[in-house]
């Protein structure tokens, strides 16, 4: 089936550690997207990347990171120096070229800070 | 940047009634979709729709452009349709999409 993973589903991290978030896709799409989205909020944008080894800061880049080496994966590093990490994270890939720039989304990794 | 505004920002209908949901954006768009995200936070797409009227089943979508707004239309809601329905945009080809604080529909039963 084609489409976009997330995992893990559910993730536990105590204050001072750095924890990876993992998103793969089969749709053979040029760029990926990182969303947060906390409780009763919309989604803002993290990073995102329109090739490999290249990446663009969204409007929330601090305390975060990523890095694009395949097409398929874009993962992401929650760091310590976000203060507030516990939220829904959100994987995105689109075409970007040859039709619509439609994009599509994982199924989502809550991450819970304790 | 661009601004997403969404009304009204929660909806309770009972289960068979119709609704409207609207989406407000600031400036022109290259794209425009509708998504709706179920109680398991999966977003899944309903429509990319960045000027005209499409229509699947139940739902039909309409984005007048130069007078920058979009419609979802829900008719004969089911209680399946809960959840919080996005309007998100992208100013210009290849930019970013910008998302709206969401529509939270409750259909009863």
């Known amino acids: 089936d084609g489409g976009i993973t997330q995992s893990p589903k559910y993730l536990f991290r105590k204050e001072g550690q750095n924890v990876t978030l993992s998103c793969e896709q089969n749709?053979?799409?040029?760029?990926m997207y990182w969303y947060r989205q906390d409780p009763g909020q919309g989604l803002r944008l993290i990073y995102y990347s329109q090739i490999v080894n290249d990446f663009q800061k969204g409007d929330i880049a601090e305390g975060y990171s990523v890095s694009r080496e395949k097409k398929e994966s874009f993962p992401l590093t929650v760091t310590s120096a976000q203060k507030n990490p516990t939220a829904f994270y959100l994987c995105?890939?689109?075409?970007?070229?040859?039709?619509?720039?439609?994009?599509?989304f994982g199924p989502g990794t809550r991450l819970t800070v304790l | 940047g661009i601004q997403v505004e969404q009304s009204p920002p929660d909806l309770i209908l009972q289960e068979g009634a119709n609704s409207t949901l609207r989406c407000n954006f600031s400036?022109?768009?290259?794209?425009l979709q509708w998504f709706h995200q179920n109680p398991w936070g999966q977003l899944i797409n309903l429509f990319y729709?960045?000027?005209g009227t499409k229509q699947n089943g139940r739902l039909s979508a309409t984005t007048v452009a130069t007078e920058r707004y979009s419609l979802l239309y829900i008719s004969s809601s089911q209680t399946t349709d809960s959840g919080v329905y996005f309007c998100?945009?992208?100013?210009?080809?290849?930019?970013?999409?910008?998302f709206g604080k969401g529509i939270t529909l409750s259909v009863r039963p």
């Open positions: 995105a890939s689109s075409p970007l070229t040859g039709g619509p720039n439609e994009q599509f």
């Open positions: 400036d022109s768009v290259n794209n």
């Open positions: 749709l053979n799409h040029d760029a």
């Open positions: 729709i960045p000027s």
């Open positions: 998100a945009v992208e100013p210009r080809a290849n930019s970013k999409l910008t």
